[in-house]
């Protein structure tokens, strides 16, 4: 019989580290499965900075500028690639910001 932490896969934990582009935070918040959101997201539309469009998932850029609002406002934490938090000159890096999975 497996013990419990040989069945355990994190995925709470693994979730909490992640960190994804806005596009990518958004379409999960939207319900797309993690394995299609490329897929998804080659087809969408890159409208403004950080904020994508997409056919069949009509929630993807109110969920964008949600996000972008809420980085803006110092309400949602933002990092770089490197997952080390960003409290100043957001703005600049729009496209490269980083949002937490939760």
Not at 2 to 12: L, P, V
Not at 36 to 47: G, H, K, P
Not at 52 to 64: G, Q, R, V
Request: aromatic residues 8%.
């Amino acid at each position: 019989m497996n013990k419990y932490w040989e069945r355990e896969n994190c995925a709470d934990i693994q979730a909490y580290n992640s960190i994804y582009p806005i596009q990518v935070a958004a379409a999960l918040w939207c319900g797309v499965p993690f394995n299609l959101v490329d897929q998804y997201l080659s087809i969408a539309t890159e409208i403004s900075p950080s904020i994508f469009k997409h056919p069949n998932i009509k929630c993807l850029e109110a969920k964008c500028r949600a996000m972008q609002n809420a980085i803006l406002a110092k309400e949602l934490p933002v990092s770089r690639e490197n997952g080390i938090e960003v409290t100043d000159h957001i703005g600049d890096f729009q496209d490269s910001c980083r949002v937490r999975h939760v």
